[in-house]
């Protein structure tokens, strides 16, 4: 009876490991001598994690985990994010202008630097919100959400930072009272740089793998030696994201690089903790007579 219930155990936790699959990743080789690498996660890899960045796996050419530490530099540096498209929403305000930036796919992003084309001198309140109702007209009366106020100034021009926020659009909104509207022509938008640090055998193809909204943060001995790392650590950038085709379901059961858990595998987990359930009170009861 322990044997079956072990077994049962067993199934249970191999079939649920699925659940850790990762649909993304991207390659990079490391340098010529082993040692500490810090390994840039690159705008297009930051806008592919889930909200608490728990989903990164470092592997390497033999498939074996690879540990690592997250890493943040004293000076914050930024890298561009996808060029997003800018266009003017229809006015039904002539006091207010409103912008809508949007991306080609859900982007991090944490500093905007607006292209203001304006010669003359200006001082303007202006919002950063996303859009709740998702209406694209001032005339359907969208319900924005402000994520950040500031002020536009031709006196001081200087990028807008905010939080960083994963988005599809967001919208710029101008309160230009009885002023001519200002008129946006770019948007280059920002994210700040994250690192993280890993001990790399030299000259080895090494695997970042990511895409889980349900992955939960992995767990090393490393986290409590990173004051011994070196300060100054050779920078790897990972190439190309490559997104992996999602398999058919008699293919999911053999490969782990699956990006959800198919039906087939949902049953056996429900068939084995039915089963489980059934041989405890089995066994419970024995016990009583």
Not at 245 to 254: G, M, R, S
Request: positive net charge; aromatic residues 12%.
């Amino acid at each position: 009876m322990k044997q079956i219930i072990l077994i049962l155990c067993s199934l249970f936790l191999s079939f649920t490991s699925f659940s850790q699959a990762y649909s993304k990743y991207a390659e990079f080789q490391s340098p010529n001598k082993k040692g500490f690498c810090r390994i840039q996660l690159t705008p297009e890899i930051k806008s592919s994690l889930n909200p608490t960045m728990s989903d990164i796996r470092l592997f390497d050419a033999q498939n074996k985990e690879v540990p690592y530490i997250k890493s943040a530099l004293k000076s914050a540096k930024y890298s561009k994010s996808i060029a997003p498209v800018i266009k003017q929403l229809a006015a039904s305000d002539k006091k207010k202008t409103v912008y809508q930036i949007q991306f080609p796919s859900p982007q991090l992003i944490s500093k905007v630097d607006f292209q203001i084309t304006n010669k003359n001198k200006y001082l303007r309140k202006a919002e950063l919100a996303t859009n709740k109702s998702g209406k694209t007209t001032l005339s359907n009366t969208p319900e924005f959400i402000v994520f950040k106020s500031f002020f536009m100034s031709s006196k001081e021009k200087k990028p807008v930072q905010f939080e960083a926020q994963k988005l599809n659009d967001f919208y710029l909104i101008i309160y230009n009272n009885d002023d001519a509207p200002l008129v946006i022509n770019a948007a280059i938008c920002y994210q700040k740089n994250s690192y993280i640090v890993a001990d790399l055998n030299a000259k080895s193809t090494y695997t970042l793998r990511f895409g889980n909204k349900n992955a939960q943060a992995p767990v090393y001995d490393l986290q409590y030696f990173k004051n011994t790392i070196p300060k100054k650590l050779p920078l790897l950038i990972p190439g190309e994201i490559t997104v992996l085709a999602k398999p058919k379901i008699k293919d999911q059961l053999a490969t782990p690089e699956t990006a959800s858990i198919s039906p087939v595998i949902w049953a056996v987990i429900i068939i084995s903790i039915v089963a489980l359930a059934f041989f405890s009170i089995k066994m419970l009861n024995d016990k009583k007579k």
